[in-house]
């Protein structure tokens, strides 16, 4: 039997692979991969940043628009995809600890 999804975590992008891939990086170090999801929103990167994030983490979720739809659109189309309890919205230049996930679930649960 298939676990619950705990977090669905959305990062609205566009451009700057190397700022997503850091983000990508730290939020793969709080992630519970078998309860976690991460579906990022790209907004009509022309970079290689989608490329590298399908590359380096290929179980995200990615949602590729063709041009710039906003960030609150972006958001709205990852909110739409999720299938957490819980939602992270996630700023594609932040850094998460490496415990945070699991101190948002202990403090929401409460």
Known sequence: MSQAIRFSVVIPHRNGSDTLLA?????????DRSRDE???VDNGSTDDSLARAAAEYPRTVIIQNPCNNGFGR????????ARGEFLLILNN???VPAHALDEFERQFAA
């Open 23 to 31: 983000t990508l990086a730290a939020l793969a170090s709080a992630l």
């Open 93 to 95: 230049d932040a850094l």
């Open 38 to 40: 991460v579906i990022l």
């Open 74 to 81: 972006a958001c709205n189309q990852g909110i739409a995809r």
